[in-house]
């Protein structure tokens, strides 16, 4: 009760954690194989990373124009257990940032391998470390399956509009 007291404080204080503005904060970011000059923030840190794709194990997601109403209902049900107490499905931060637009901010694969692969791409990928500068907070691996994976995303899709 009482951590969950402070994050909310802590986030008052902090600028929203839904836009895609990749601050240039310097980070501490562990940095294993760190680049030639570590001033400059992502990009250029490790060439042969996707920053488009992330890294995980998602390749290539096929995804429909229209939705997929089976998967998006299952999505909602994993959302409510795994996600909803840490992401609202608006633009407004709460422990992560809101999901409204985040099918605008990243690709499916990007969001599937972070939703898997979470410690590695927070470790590795640009965005997901611009957001942790604003979030403060690691966020944990949910444990999804495949499927899961899948059905959330469809359902962050129907939040942003998708019929
Ligand atoms: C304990 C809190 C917490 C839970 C639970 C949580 N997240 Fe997160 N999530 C975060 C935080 C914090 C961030 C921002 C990056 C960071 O600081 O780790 C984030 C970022 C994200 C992002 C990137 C969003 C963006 O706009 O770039 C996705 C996608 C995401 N989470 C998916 C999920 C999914 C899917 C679940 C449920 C299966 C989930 N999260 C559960 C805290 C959480």
Same mark, same amino acid.
């Given at each position: 009760m009482k951590k969950w007291a402070i994050i909310l404080i802590i986030g008052a204080f902090v600028?929203?954690?839904?836009?895609?503005? &990749? &601050?240039?904060n310097q980070s501490s970011e562990p940095?294993?194989?760190?680049?030639? &000059?570590?001033? #400059?923030?992502?990009?250029? #840190?490790?060439? &042969?990373?996707d920053p488009t794709r992330?890294?995980?194990?998602?390749t290539k997601v096929d995804v429909s124009p229209t939705l997929d109403k089976a998967m998006a209902d299952n999505g909602e049900k994993v959302y409510s257990v795994k996600c909803s107490g840490c992401h609202k499905l608006t633009d407004e931060r709460l422990?992560?940032?809101?999901?409204?637009?985040v099918t605008g901010r990243n690709t499916a694969e990007w969001i599937m391998n972070f939703s898997t692969n979470t410690a590695e791409m927070l470790d590795k990928d640009p965005k997901a470390q611009a957001q942790l500068e604003i979030?403060?907070?690691?966020?944990?691996?949910?444990?999804?399956s495949d499927d899961e994976a899948r059905h959330v995303y469809e359902f962050m899709r129907k939040n942003d509009g998708v019929k």
């Open positions: 600028a929203s954690c839904g836009g895609d503005k &990749s &601050s240039d940095a294993a194989a760190s680049g030639p &000059s570590a001033t #400059e923030p992502a990009k250029s #840190e490790n060439p &042969s990373y992330g890294s995980g194990k998602f422990v992560g940032p809101g999901w409204a637009g979030c403060l907070v690691r966020m944990p691996n949910q444990n999804l």
